[in-house]
């Protein structure tokens, strides 16, 4: 890189006397080359060697000797020498023009083509550069797109889907059930039904009574089905509500019952996360009056569960986004063009114990 910069210089100061030499008058400039010549003569009779020439001054000579009849002018190198420094400046100028290859495409590109790869392990180069072509008019040859792919790890077969994915399918079709205490204001023991759907982390169903029974849980679960199809497995707990009537009932609804092991709450995590939730939001902060008290707060607490609160499982997202939520993706207000502070529009849930907050605008 010095070595280049050295070579500029030495020409733009070459040119520039030249500039200046041509501005003279033709008696002094042919005056002053004849004695330059004659001090040439004597080093010529002396037999003095000059130094080695540096990779500027051959630069210079290349060029200038273009402008007169460089075989008589030039003494301190052999004309042979400056043909040869003529050539390699061209090989160097013809190899900076064919350059190998295609140009790079931009780097936001490749990192685009990078996150394509690594979210879609079953999509290979073509599906890749189709998908850029059709839905973001984006051409790129498959061999490009297969340059920038990352490099998939010896002995892992292509497509191999993560745990994580494999998991997110699966509790699509899994509902968990569970009961849970509530205590009234004079001191009666209500018992709450919970049925949530893994997947959507959405809590389809509840209801609460005095005394459970087999046939009062059948009629939940009837309930929290509903007509909706695409759930495979109902997983529990072993109380002794759940009698084998009632597990050869809930197959007739489609449903496959699965039991989790003796005094193993972890093996149904998430209905027991609810309902850990649900006491820790909000039937501990509360004390309901009566039955119809409980229901009420209740209810509240679930459409606020289902439709407002985020939840870290799901990205974070909510259960039932409403049709107006504002996404970042969808060109909505971000944190460096944000609306004024005013425009917040906040809703209170339980009397305040939560809060709900979007824009007064809707987001379109």
Not at 31 to 59: C, H, M, S, W
Not at 136 to 141: D, E, G, H, K, N
């Amino acid at each position: 890189m010095v070595g280049l910069v050295r070579i500029t210089l030495r020409l733009l100061a070459d040119i520039l006397q030249l500039a200046v030499s041509m501005l003279r008058p033709a008696r002094a400039l042919a005056t002053e080359n004849l004695v330059f010549r004659r001090q040439l003569a004597l080093y010529r009779e002396r037999g003095i060697k000059p130094r080695r020439v540096d990779p500027a001054t051959r630069a210079s000579l290349a060029f200038l000797t273009r402008f007169i009849d460089w075989r008589a002018a030039v003494i301190v190198v052999r004309p042979e020498t400056i043909v040869r420094w003529h050539r390699a400046g061209f090989r160097l100028l013809w190899r900076w023009k064919s350059r190998l290859g295609r140009p790079p495409i931009p780097i936001e590109l490749r990192r685009l083509i990078r996150r394509m790869a690594m979210e879609n392990p079953l999509c290979g180069e073509e599906r890749i550069a189709n998908e850029l072509l059709v839905k973001l008019r984006l051409q790129v040859s498959p061999r490009t797109v297969r340059k920038y792919m990352p490099k998939r790890p010896p002995g892992l077969p292509r497509g191999g889907q993560r745990w994580s994915s494999f998991l997110r399918n699966q509790a699509k079709g899994i509902l968990a059930c569970d009961f849970l205490l509530a205590v009234t204001a004079t001191f009666k023991l209500y018992y709450v039904f919970v049925v949530i759907e893994h997947g959507a982390r959405r809590l389809l169903h509840f209801n609460l009574t005095l005394h459970p029974t087999a046939q009062w849980t059948l009629q939940q679960l009837r309930e929290a089905m509903g007509f909706r199809d695409g759930h495979r497995y109902l997983l529990r707990d072993r109380d002794s509500i759940y009698s084998r009537e009632l597990d050869r009932a809930v197959e007739h609804l489609g449903l496959k019952t699965v039991r989790s092991p003796p005094r193993s709450p972890k093996a149904n995590a998430i209905c027991e996360r609810v309902i850990g939730t649900m006491r820790r939001e909000c039937l501990d902060w509360v004390i309901p009056v009566s039955e119809a008290h409980l229901r009420l707060i209740l209810r509240e607490w679930v459409t606020h569960y289902n439709r407002a609160r985020p939840h870290s499982a799901l990205g974070p997202g909510i259960p039932d986004p409403p049709a107006t939520l504002c996404r970042p993706q969808h060109g909505c207000a971000t944190h460096e063009s944000m609306p004024e502070m005013d425009m917040v529009r906040v809703r209170s849930v339980l009397g305040g114990l939560h809060h709900e907050y979007s824009w007064a605008t809707e987001c379109i």
